[in-house]
Structure formats: C-alpha cells, structure tokens
C-alpha cells in the first residue's frame, strides 16, 4: 500500500514565528516575548475549547490569543493593526526546506496531506502563498468535527477524508501534542525537532522517528 504522510502545518511545514519581522516595528524589544506568548495562548485556547467542547474555528481563536497577548505584555494595537497582523498570519513562510522535501516525496510516491487545527479556505491560502500546493494531495481540517487536535476524533476524521489505512500513515509533526495524540490513535509519528533545545514532553510515549527538519523525512518513513 501507498504510504500517506499528513503533515501537521503551523511549526511544522509553516513558520509561526515568521511574522515577527512585523511585529519588531509594534512590540520593539518585546517582539520575542509578543510571538511566543501569542503562539502558546493559540494553542492554549485550542485545547480550552477542545476540551470543553466550545468550538470556535482556529482564526477566532488566534485572534483572541493576540488580544490577550497584546493585553498582558501591555503593547497597543489599534484595530487597523490587529488587522494587518491577522492578514499576515495568513501569509506566513514555508520553512526553507519544506518546498523541496514535498517535491521529493511526491516523487518518491509518497501521498502528501496537510492535515491541521485550521480552517479549510485559511489553509488553502496559506499553502498555495507558501507555494506548497502543487505538493500536497490535499487539505484535511479538524472544522468538520468541530474539535481540534490531540482529540482522537479529528484523527479518525482524517482516515475517513483519505482513505487511508492506519497501517500506512505517518503524523509528521513539529507539536509534540500533535504527535502524542496520533500515537495514542495508533498512527506511526515522526516528531520534527527544529531547535535543539525543544523537549519532548515525558509521558512514557516517543515518536517513532525524530528528524531535524522534513528533508530527513524520505530516509526514515516507510
């Protein structure tokens, strides 16, 4: 059988942290803190609503999450601002391997899907401004099951939109939650390890491979 990948998007094909250029010329000196609290409260408000089954789609809650951001680290935005930081996180970067890895996979005939907390219409955007489109077999969101990742529904969701048989996928995945979550699905996971000092949170589960980037994707997904 074909070996189908679904690659997590956001810290994995997709630089969240791509936009604090723009953000140095807002939050100055407190850019680094602005772009890291702003990714961890998206996530957070992620699992919140997960959890307490009050789905609102992924955009809602990244805008929240610069609400509070900007809220708690005392930064002003104007409204015109907030937008214009929304409407670039639309056009964040592609990590500088991905587009090539893709292309490679695709080659090597590999089925490629984005499969992310976001919403479809945003991921398409997203992708296609990356480049990443002609990549990819396809775009598989959680908003159908109005839920998010780690919740094992989206994962079955995701089988049910591919076709694919559990035996022949692999999570690749920067987000250790992401990863713990497919494994306890009974997926095969490969943990994207971009900065050395990123831990693997230590619940007695590790992923099947660990690869610096996706170009060591093709030696260790079989």
Known sequence: MTTTLAFDVYGTLIDPFGISQRLQSIAGDKTPAFAQLWRDK????????GLG?????????????????AMQLQVELSVVVKQELLAQYRELPAYEEVA????????????????????PDELAYLLAHAGLDAALDGIVSVHDV???KPDPAVYKHFLKETGAAQEDIWLVSGNPFDVIGAHTAGWRTAWVKRSPAAVFDPWDIEPDAIVADTSELVSVVV
């Not at 789905?55 to 609400?67: G, H, I, K, M, N």
């Open 42 to 49: 998206q996530i957070e408000y992620l699992f919140r609503r």
């Open 53 to 69: 089954r009050d789905y609102r789609p992924f955009s809602v809650c990244t805008s929240q999450a610069l609400d509070y951001t």
């Open 100 to 119: 090539e890895s893709l292309h490679g996979l695709k080659d090597a005939g590999y089925r490629n899907f984005a499969f992310s907390n976001g919403e």
């Open 146 to 148: 109005q839920s998010f």
